[in-house]
């Protein structure tokens, strides 16, 4: 039986992913405020790549998904427009005569229709394609009110003036107006992955581009949108601060030096002191399927790695080898390594590599806390497969269910099995950096169309909500249950796989099994883990300028694995400067009256808090 004094407050949620009411906290609230939702929370969630065809709308504003600009001429094909010469936040700067650029904003099928606020700087002209799908309601400098009566619409700059082009475009719903655009998240988003322990950020961060990625080529808050350059930091930052989860992100694999330090400085500044961060390198660079993992067994043969004749194992070495270097950096920009944990994933089928080359490879281990592996199950048949996708496509619903139930399921539970045996033996946790069904046609078996239909029968049946609990539990039942992020939050089915715990934002937990499994899991299931106690701090006064030394003890019962975390807030008449994020530290107060200073202290599961008043003469 879990523990009382690990309570797991997901009764609190109200469940509905289709909520789109403005947030009332604050733009950037305080995260040590938090509730604590997703306490001793086991699981964590991969969250969807953002783009114009994203089907959970993380964001109000719709253009933040925008698709960049496709440059149109008049009497040319489609998408054969000059040449758009873009300003440095994605803007075209001029446009030719007879030219115009097309940006589509909502071809998700389910794309919220209704009444929204169009705001732009700059002059020029915009409008709305095609006509059929929209209606113009009003427009003056700088906004247009505009009802999508139907989906796939998308925004056309006309004109725009050279020396005052059109930019900083933004779609948001009608009934908050400019409000919208001071809360990036839409409400029924946060409320939904709220309950989770760790948000992995792979998709978001574009992990598997193999382009060089510099910091000035980073997403950044003015670009057009996030599919230029990925989610920038600042946001991923404020969503893990508002819901107090753990961030887990993926270094691209061509991020230079300058990259990877910048990136952990921002973290380290911005994100709250009581979070972990998880850290790794691009993303399945085992997988044939990714373009990292030639570029790694390119580097190796470059450098002279052995064994030279055989390139897949000189770039899973390479892999461990960049891997500790780019921890490294981590290490130095946060002066440590307490709030990081280092991670190094390799396939969960294949654990011999892990066992035999990643992890021992320069003692790669050393410098390590986790291994990661994605135990999926399900099915990836291809026509000459045994059985092959045409003969499954035949099965009933019912067959592909107890196909994956007596033969997948237990697979997935012995790769679990592998893997833990390997991370004990080297002193590191077993994490799962993805998890879930995994049910997909491959080598020409995605085309098959009735084979795709039989499989997204599958994901949508009861059953699967089931199998999905018995996964859970397997994990569970290997060794306590670490952190598990599940792939992925929502998104569409298509023949590349059902890979949306939910189909669209419309959807509840109700609707989608997977979903509703997950979740309850969840709340049946938290960590058995007491949180941080807080000791040693009583009522005291203070001086204006003086520093006060304030000595908390902090003890943990060790059960996650996690070095303990702390951080401090206050609130009174004027901001207070603490020294460091410890459990002993200085506050210097600027001005005299009460305030309350509180402590949490986190193991990466739970966390503990702890106020004291302070009166300041």
Same mark, same amino acid.
């Given at each position: 039986m879990p523990s009382p004094r690990t309570p797991f407050l997901l009764a609190s949620l109200s469940f509905g992913l289709a909520s789109c009411q403005a947030q009332t906290a604050p733009n950037a609230p305080n995260a040590l405020q938090m509730p604590l939702s997703n306490q001793n929370s086991r699981l964590g969630i991969n969250l969807t790549g953002a783009n114009d065809y994203n089907a959970e709308l993380p964001f109000h504003d719709l253009f933040k998904q925008a698709r960049p600009w496709i440059s149109q001429m008049q009497g040319k094909p489609w998408g054969q427009g000059p040449k758009l010469e873009l300003d440095e936040n994605g803007f075209p700067k001029s446009l030719e005569a007879g030219a115009w650029a097309d940006s589509p904003f909502t071809t998700l099928e389910l794309a919220?229709?209704?009444?929204?606020?169009?705001?732009?700087?700059?002059?020029?002209?915009?409008?709305?394609?095609? *006509?059929?799908?929209? +209606?113009?309601?009003?427009? !003056?400098?700088?906004?247009?009110?505009?009802?999508?009566?139907? $989906?796939?619409?998308?925004?056309?700059?006309?004109?725009?003036?050279?020396?005052?082009?059109?930019?900083n475009i933004r779609v948001l719903p009608e009934e908050f107006g400019a409000d919208a655009g001071k809360n990036l998240w839409r409400e029924g988003f946060l409320k939904m992955w709220r309950p989770m322990n760790t948000y992995r950020f792979m998709e978001w961060n574009h992990a598997n581009d193999t382009k060089p990625k510099t910091w000035e080529t980073r997403g950044k808050t003015s670009d057009m949108s996030v599919t230029r350059n990925g989610v920038p930091l600042e946001w991923m930052i404020d969503l893990c601060n508002r819901q107090g989860i753990n961030p887990w992100f993926n270094m691209p694999w061509g991020a230079d030096e300058n990259?990877?330090?910048?990136?952990?400085?921002?973290?380290?500044?911005?994100?709250? *002191?009581?979070?972990? +961060?998880?850290?790794?390198? !691009?993303?399945?660079?085992?997988?044939?399927?990714?373009?990292? $993992?030639?570029?790694?067994?390119?580097?190796?043969?470059?450098?002279g790695i052995p064994p030279l004749e055989r390139p897949w194992e000189g770039g899973a070495k390479f892999y461990a080898r960049r891997s500790v270097e780019m921890f490294k950096i981590w290490e130095q920009e946060f002066g440590g390594k307490e709030r990081l944990v280092r991670v190094l994933a390799w396939q969960a089928a294949n654990p011999w590599w892990s066992e035999n080359i990643v992890l021992p490879f320069e003692d790669a281990y050393k410098n390590a806390d986790a291994l990661a592996i994605a135990p999926y199950f399900g099915a990836m048949p291809y026509p000459k497969g045994n059985p092959s996708s045409d003969e499954m496509a035949t099965w009933s619903v019912e067959k592909i269910l107890d196909h994956t139930e007596q033969t997948s399921l237990p697979e997935a539970v012995k790769y679990m099995e592998q893997g833990k045996k390997i991370a004990d033996k080297f002193g590191l946790r077993l994490v799962c950096y993805e998890g879930g069904q995994h049910l997909v046609g491959t080598g020409g078996g995605e085309n098959n169309e009735e084979l795709t239909k039989k499989f997204h029968a599958v994901n949508r049946h009861p059953r699967m909500g089931e199998l999905y609990s018995k996964y859970l539990d397997g994990w569970n039942q290997i060794g306590g249950g670490d952190l598990m992020c599940l792939y992925n939050s929502v998104g569409t089915w298509s023949k590349w796989g059902s890979w949306g715990l939910a189909e669209n934002y419309l959807q509840t937990?109700?609707?989608?099994?997977?979903?509703?499994?997950?979740?309850?899991?969840?709340?049946?299931?938290?960590?058995?883990?007491?949180?941080?106690?807080?000791?040693?701090?009583?009522?005291?006064?203070?001086?204006?300028?003086?520093?006060?030394?304030?000595?908390?003890?902090?003890?943990?019962?060790?059960?996650?694995?996690?070095?303990?975390?702390?951080?401090?807030?206050?609130?009174?008449?004027?901001?207070?400067?603490?020294?460091?994020?410890?459990?002993?530290?200085?506050?210097?107060?600027?001005?005299?009256?009460?305030?309350?200073?509180?402590?949490?202290a986190s193991d990466g599961f739970a966390r503990g808090e702890k106020s004291v008043r302070v009166t300041v003469r």
């Open positions: 919220p229709l209704g009444k929204y606020t169009v705001l732009y700087d700059g002059e020029g002209e915009i409008d709305f394609w095609p *006509p059929g799908n929209r +209606v113009i309601n009003g427009q !003056s400098a700088g906004q247009i009110f505009i009802e999508a009566t139907k $989906t796939n619409l998308f925004l056309q700059i006309k004109k725009t003036n050279p020396q005052n082009p059109v930019r990259y990877i330090r910048q990136f952990a400085k921002m973290t380290r500044e911005k994100l709250d *002191p009581t979070l972990h +961060v998880y850290i790794e390198l !691009s993303n399945e660079v085992w997988n044939s399927g990714f373009p990292q $993992t030639r570029a790694a067994q390119e580097k190796a043969k470059e450098l937990p109700n609707d989608a099994p997977k979903l509703r499994a997950t979740l309850d899991w969840l709340a049946k299931n938290p960590l058995e883990n007491a949180p941080p106690e807080i000791s040693g701090l009583q009522e005291v006064s203070a001086t204006t300028g003086q520093p006060l030394a304030l000595e908390a003890k902090i003890t943990d019962d060790g059960e996650t694995k996690m070095t303990t975390v702390v951080g401090w807030s206050a609130s009174g008449p004027a901001p207070v400067e603490f020294s460091a994020q410890t459990a002993q530290t200085k506050a210097t107060f600027s001005k005299a009256g009460v305030y309350t200073l509180q402590i949490r």
